[in-house]
């Protein structure tokens, strides 16, 4: 099929039709190529979010770069510098603008432009990859939601901050043995090694919370050029997987052979009788 050649003023129509408010404060995941040929590229779909936020709106993207010492290839985490790994085109340009605010974590920092944007990304400490103080926490605290656009709900990364406030938390272990458990961080001396204390891992399974729901009437799905959207309200998303997670501890866990986050973790959370 050829792509969809989409121009500014369709961006402006679809988008308007995916359930955001002026005023929203939202994480967007994304994926460009899905939406069609974009004309004027990602700067043209997030000026179009933008506008329709408005000026008391918020968008926010991951800017993850999972500097971990062990990953292959790993440079020593900056913020002002280091690119982004896996986020997509939109988000990468999110980042790049001059107006974007990042928070400074070596893993899994985020970038937002708006006005809640350094409310979001200030003070992103080093111990906190997904949880309290983080972007993810500080998005529920503004009752923010989640908008995915022309990428898959696995991506859904509010479900690593469900992992954590679990009953039977396993973030502990290691996303793969080879990254380890210290980050490389950049310094004016070089660089240094500091202790991992959260690995958000798989997200294979995250798609049953979305599935649940949308069953539930809990989800507005809408499309933006060829591209499909789900919008959430953010607490919904991290209740119900929080949820899912204390009445079966390992529903989030995958089950593709030898996994190197998820088997270590069922393994775990057999031992402590968790299941």
Request: hydrophobic letters at 40%; aromatic letters at 6%.
């Amino acid at each position: 099929m050829d792509r969809l050649r989409v121009t500014k003023e369709r961006l402006e129509k679809d988008v308007a039709s995916c359930g955001l408010h002026a005023g929203d404060t939202v994480l967007m995941h994304s994926g460009l190529k899905a939406i069609g040929f974009v004309e004027g590229g990602p700067d043209v779909v997030i000026d179009v979010l933008l506008a329709q936020l408005g000026p008391n709106g918020t968008l926010m993207v991951p800017a993850f770069t999972y500097s971990y010492a062990g990953r292959t290839a790993t440079i020593p985490f900056d913020v002002k510098t280091t690119p982004g790994s896996r986020n997509g085109a939109i988000a990468d340009r999110v980042r790049e603008r001059p107006e974007t605010v990042r928070s400074a974590h070596p893993s899994h920092s985020f970038a937002a432009i708006g006005r809640n944007a350094h409310f979001l990304c200030d003070d992103h400490q080093l111990e906190h990859a997904v949880s309290e103080p983080s972007p993810l926490t500080r998005l529920i605290a503004l009752d923010g939601r989640i908008f995915f656009l022309g990428c898959g709900v696995e991506s859904n990364v509010m479900l690593h901050l469900a992992e954590v406030m679990a009953r039977f938390r396993y973030d502990h272990i290691p996303f793969s043995p080879q990254w380890g458990e210290e980050y490389l961080i950049a310094s004016p001396d070089g660089s240094i090694r500091a202790h991992v204390s959260e690995h958000p891992g798989c997200d294979i399974r995250f798609p049953i919370v979305a599935d649940k729901l949308m069953m539930e009437g809990r989800g507005i799905r809408s499309s933006v050029g060829m591209a499909q959207t789900f919008l959430f309200n953010a607490k919904d998303i991290l209740e119900t997987g929080l949820q899912m997670l204390n009445e079966n501890p390992d529903i989030l866990l995958c089950h593709q052979p030898h996994c190197e986050a998820c088997e270590p973790r069922r393994k775990y959370l057999k031992g402590i009788g968790a299941i």
